[in-house]
């Protein structure tokens, strides 16, 4: 375990699941700027790649469902693992120091 998964709460943190979510979320917001500047440059023709980042969208999203239905249940209420899981996503992205969440 390097210095910034640490960082991220268990039960995130052993879940390769929620590990999984957050890298398909990252590629799929690098792979829309790429395919952004792939249809200005290389014009619309190009526009068929925008397939990359639907498809990764849907791998984060069938991958936070796993994960939410191993975590949840180890939390008292729907309030604390939403707050929880966001700030274990803050972390694994290393966005968390001073990072405030609204209940």
């Given at each position: 375990?390097?210095?910034?998964t640490?960082?991220?709460?268990e039960p995130?943190?052993?879940?390769?699941?929620?590990?999984?979510?957050?890298?398909?979320s990252?590629?799929?917001?690098?792979?829309?700027?790429?395919?952004v500047?792939?249809?200005?440059?290389?014009g619309?023709?190009?526009?068929?790649?925008?397939?990359?980042?639907?498809?990764?969208?849907?791998?984060?999203?069938?991958?936070?469902?796993?994960?939410?239905?191993?975590?949840?249940?180890?939390?008292?209420?729907?309030?604390?693992?939403?707050?929880?899981?966001?700030?274990?996503?803050?972390?694994?992205?290393?966005?968390?120091?001073?990072?405030?969440?609204r209940?």
């Amino acid at each position: 375990m390097t210095g910034w998964t640490a960082r991220v709460e268990e039960p995130f943190r052993s879940d390769r699941r929620f590990w999984h979510s957050v890298a398909a979320s990252v590629a799929a917001l690098v792979s829309v700027v790429a395919v952004v500047l792939a249809v200005t440059l290389g014009g619309s023709g190009l526009a068929f790649l925008a397939v990359l980042p639907v498809l990764l969208l849907v791998l984060a999203a069938g991958e936070a469902r796993a994960s939410t239905a191993r975590t949840r249940p180890q939390f008292d209420s729907r309030a604390q693992w939403r707050d929880a899981e966001r700030r274990a996503v803050a972390a694994a992205l290393g966005i968390d120091r001073g990072l405030r969440f609204r209940r």
